[in-house]
């Protein structure tokens, strides 16, 4: 029988890789690894209990909360404090930064982002969803409390990033910044298990990932650009889960655009803990991610919390292409039109 590495004896032999590491990265992704546990028994007997369906009201982006939305999020807040392994934490369920207080004296010098329950509309239908998470070094002293100047960062500084993905199999996706390594929960034992070492996106893939019912809201140049995708017979694949549209390119090729549309003039996924996390990962991976200006997503600015981007991410070759299709069909601005 092969070697069992679990995700808390991974991150410890990990932790020898960072001369500086004091162990606190340590204790903050094994926290979330707890944390995950405890969704994903949740998520996985959602029909069993009462805690499917809307718990009322929206989110700071407008979303319909899901009951197991405000649990995902209050499980990440709790274990996350408990420990007091981070010293913040932003959340899609929460409009404003939540400070966390030390532990035992203990001043943390980490932040996180998070969307707890990535894709709840799926949750009633029994469809894949996820938790994803970035971690960033404050800047500010520890002398001063934690402000959402330590969270406005770009993801570019990202220590750590990871998802989760509570599908057929549950698994924990993360990395910081040395490659991008897979655990799947064995629930013989509790365990997160390391099943796939050191990822590595394909250079190109057969799957394309957009909603293709906004498609008439696209601008014309990405209207084309899916045309293309049509044309050279790829496969759409779209379930409306950004975690699990990407996990399928992160192992199989492909790429994913949510391109911003009439509704969604910046586009609709928020950049602080949906797009810079993914785009971590999957540049770590090999991929890459820019937005429908063409900008590199781990670069861009970031000015509020809950602040939205267009999203193309995948594949190189494919970014690459799409690139290079954007460029030549882009309608050129009024400044550029010639004359009358
Ligand atoms: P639409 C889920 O609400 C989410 O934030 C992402 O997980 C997903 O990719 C996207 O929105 C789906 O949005 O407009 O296609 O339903």
Redesign the pocket.
């Known amino acids: 029988m092969s070697e069992i590495t679990t995700l808390d004896e991974f991150i410890i032999q990990r932790q020898k890789d960072f001369s500086y590491a004091t162990g606190e990265l340590t204790g903050l992704l094994r926290d979330i690894g707890v944390a995950a546990k405890i969704v994903n028994r949740e998520v996985n007997k959602a029909g069993l209990v009462n805690i499917l369906g809307s718990y009322g009201g929206s989110n700071e982006s407008g979303?319909d909360v899901k009951k197991l939305d405000i649990f995902a999020n209050e499980k990440f807040i709790k274990c996350l404090s408990n420990s007091g392994e981070c010293c913040g934490i932003a959340s899609e369920e929460n409009e404003d930064i939540i400070p966390v207080d030390p532990v035992d004296g203990k001043e943390s010098k980490y932040i996180l982002v998070m969307d707890p329950l990535?894709?709840?509309?799926n949750i009633d239908v029994n469809v894949s969803v996820g938790t994803i998470f970035g971690i960033y070094r404050r800047v500010s002293s520890s002398d001063q409390s934690v402000s959402k100047k330590d969270f406005l960062q770009k993801g570019k500084e990202l220590v750590a990033a990871g998802y989760v993905l509570y599908g057929t199999s549950t698994m924990l996706v993360y990395s910081t910044g040395r490659g991008v390594n897979g655990f799947t929960l064995d629930p013989s034992i509790g365990e997160f298990c390391l099943s796939h070492r050191d990822m590595q996106i394909p250079e190109k893939g057969v799957y394309y990932s957009v909603?293709q019912g906004?498609y008439l809201k696209f601008d014309v140049e990405m209207r084309r650009y899916i045309d293309y995708c049509s044309d050279l017979n790829l496969r759409l694949r779209?379930i409306?889960?950004?975690?699990s549209?990407i996990h399928r390119i992160l192992f199989q090729g492909g790429i994913f655009l949510?391109p911003n549309t009439r509704k969604y003039p910046k586009g609709?996924?928020r950049l602080l803990y949906?797009c810079n996390p993914i785009a971590f990962i999957v540049e770590q991976a090999g991929g890459r991610a820019i937005n429908c200006k063409l900008e590199d997503i781990l670069e861009l600015p970031v000015h509020e919390l809950h602040q939205r981007s267009s999203v193309v991410i995948g594949s190189p070759q494919m970014v690459e292409e799409m690139k290079e299709f954007i460029q030549k069909y882009q309608e050129p601005s009024s400044s550029e039109l010639p004359k009358a």
């Not at 990535?118 to 509309?121: E, L, Q, T, V």
């Not at 409306?240 to 975690?243: E, F, I, L, N, W």
């Open positions: 979303d990535d894709g709840s509309s909603n906004y779209y409306g889960s950004m975690v549209d949510y609709k996924l949906e």
